[in-house]
């Protein structure tokens, strides 16, 4: 430590009058002591007061300037020097270096600032706002060759596009291309992983998506998958994992998807297509996933339905009634929601099979499998009355509902429970479907959503209870009344802050109940005439209109 001593203090009286090799000599020993002893040799040059001579020591043209940069990597590994690394200054100075042409200051240079912005986003911001993105990505294409900088810009990229703030600067230049070109001259498994590690926050840009499909990055992934699908080494199982999961990724933006999905012609989407039917269950899910985002317009689902793909889907849940892998039965499940969401694919999907096969996972105790059946069943029967009547009087299905409409741990499947309950009598318009929710205990569940802070399934609970009261009020009294109907009909009336179609909604209700004595009494006891009176001055004509109507019915059986 004495000999630090000395040269610290041979430092800063050289630094003054910048003896080139006197400073040569003390850098070396301060790089010495670093490699002995990081953590003493860092607070000793801290203590003496170095730090503010570094950046007077970073200049393009000495030959010191490598070793500085070395020097303030080494420091900046402990977490306690980097603030006094800023506030030294370093920053600046660093940044204007990654224009040297000189390589091993480029390399010193970008260690030194990947150290001192280590774990820190505002700092790597900074960086940002400086502009070091578009020099990092020319550096990458000057010196692919260069192993050494090549990492150093990758592990640069990986903690920079954590950053959403770097997305913008990252799609102005060519990093898409940049990185394909690199990742198609890789071998080794460790290096397409770090290219990998560096793709995937840069492919959770739209931009960049596409730029990466036009840069041939999918042809790359293509390649890797069919070189590690029968793999199994953990590495090859690694990269088929992670080369997949990309592709799915690359789907996701509206242009990439469209671009590879080329009408259904594209060699990607066939590739894709014959993913389903592998006996990998990685590409299994990835391709079902891929189908689920190639099936976000109706154009590209109704291609899909008339070529057959329904089927594949249905081949694929059939392997995993038994086999049960989660991840698979939600993706296929996933995709076939999607694809049932044009009126014209609805019919063909029930001609199919597609309801029998997934009530077959109706006993699934696993919330994103049921989430995602109810979703595919609800999409199905939308305008389909027939299959809305053959589904809303299975009743253990209805039961199954019931059952997931107290799922209060799970949001989401209560959500969509209530709305397919809701949607099967709704579409069906059926006495028998009304009696089979009524049966399986579902009107109270039905009322309840009618409270909902979502308007649509407010409405849609509305018109529900409407059909229910329509169609068998007799049945349905003692659960009106248990339920608190006519109550939460005073609220919904009363709230100025609901809509107008659940203020419509609800007058048609009150009028519908009227038929049974006790619920009759309730609306009386309530005094709901007042409540209706002010809604005939509603700016809605269609609510001011019902609101007459239901006054002079309310009047007329008072």
């Known amino acids: 430590m004495d000999n630090l001593s000395d040269a610290l203090q041979k430092l800063k009286l050289a630094s003054t009058d910048s003896a080139t090799d006197s400073v040569e000599s003390c850098l070396d020993c301060l790089l010495k002591a670093l490699s002995n002893n990081n953590t003493e040799a860092s607070v000793k040059i801290q203590e003496m007061g170095v730090l503010p001579l570094l950046p007077t020591l970073l200049s ?9 940069a070395n020097i303030i990597a080494e420091m900046a590994k402990n977490e306690f020097m980097r603030s006094p690394c800023v506030e030294a200054g370093l920053i600046p100075p660093l940044t204007q270096l990654l224009n040297s042409p000189n390589q091993e200051v480029l390399l010193q240079t ?42 150093m810009c990758l592990i640069a990229f990986g903690n920079l596009a954590e950053l959403e703030s770097s997305k913008e600067q990252f799609a102005s230049t060519n990093i898409a291309e940049e990185l394909v070109r690199l990742f198609q001259k890789q071998a080794e498994h460790e290096k397409k992983e770090m290219i990998f590690e560096v793709l995937a ?6 931009v960049i998506k596409l730029q990466l499909v036009e840069a041939g990055l999918v042809e790359c992934l293509l390649e890797v998958v069919a070189q590690t699908v029968d793999g199994e080494r953990e590495e090859d199982i690694a990269q088929l994992k992670t080369a997949s999961d990309l592709m799915v990724l690359l789907l996701l933006g509206d242009e990439s998807m469209q671009k590879l999905f080329e009408g259904g012609k594209g060699s990607v989407f066939q590739r894709v297509l014959s993913w389903i039917p ?12 891929a189908i689920a985002n190639f099936a976000r317009n109706d154009g590209n689902c109704i291609h899909m339905v008339d070529t057959g793909i329904v089927q594949k889907l249905l081949e694929l849940l059939d392997r995993h009634v038994e086999e049960g892998n989660v991840t698979v039965q939600h993706a296929a499940l996933s995709a076939l929601r999607n694809l049932a969401i044009p009126v014209v694919n609805k019919s063909k999907m029930l001609s199919a099979g597609v309801a029998d096969v997934v009530l077959r996972f109706l006993q699934s105790e696993m919330p994103p499998v049921q989430f995602k059946l109810l979703g595919t069943l609800r999409m199905l029967i939308d305008t389909q009355a027939e299959a809305a009547d053959q589904l809303g009087t299975n009743g253990k299905l209805v039961e199954r509902l019931v059952e997931w409409c107290e799922a209060k741990d799970h949001a989401g499947v209560m959500g969509e429970s209530n709305r397919l309950l809701s949607a099967l009598i709704r579409h069906s318009k059926s006495k028998e479907v009304v009696r089979t929710v009524i049966q399986g205990g579902g009107v109270k569940h039905l009322v309840t959503m009618a409270t909902s802070e979502h308007m649509i399934m407010q409405n849609e609970a509305l018109v529900a209870l409407g059909l229910i009261a329509a169609l068998d009020l007799v049945a349905a009294e003692k ?14 009336l009363s709230d100025e802050r609901s809509a107008p179609e659940i203020k419509y909604n609800s007058m048609i209700l009150i009028c519908a109940v009227m038929g049974s004595e006790p619920l009759h009494k309730e609306v009386q006891s309530l005094a709901f005439i007042d409540v209706v009176s002010k809604l005939r001055a509603h700016e809605n004509k269609t609510v001011s209109h019902q609101a007459s109507l239901t006054e002079q019915r309310l009047t007329a059986q008072s």
């Not at 393009?60 to 500085?68: A, D, E, R």
């Not at 592998?278 to 996933?289: I, K, V």
């Open 60 to 68: 393009p043209q000495s030959s010191c300037t490598p070793k500085v």
């Open 110 to 151: 970008g260690r030194a600032l990947g150290n001192i912005c280590y774990d820190s986003h505002s700092l790597q911001a900074q960086l940002i706002n400086m502009g070091v993105i578009p020099t990092l990505v020319q550096l990458l294409g000057i010196h692919s060759h260069n192993t050494a900088l090549t990492e």
């Open 201 to 206: 926050p840069l492919a959770e840009n739209d």
């Open 278 to 289: 592998s006996h990998n269950h990685q590409l299994q899910l990835a391709g079902a996933l």
């Open 479 to 492: 659960d009106f009344v248990g339920a608190n109907l006519v109550s939460v009909l005073h609220k919904l």
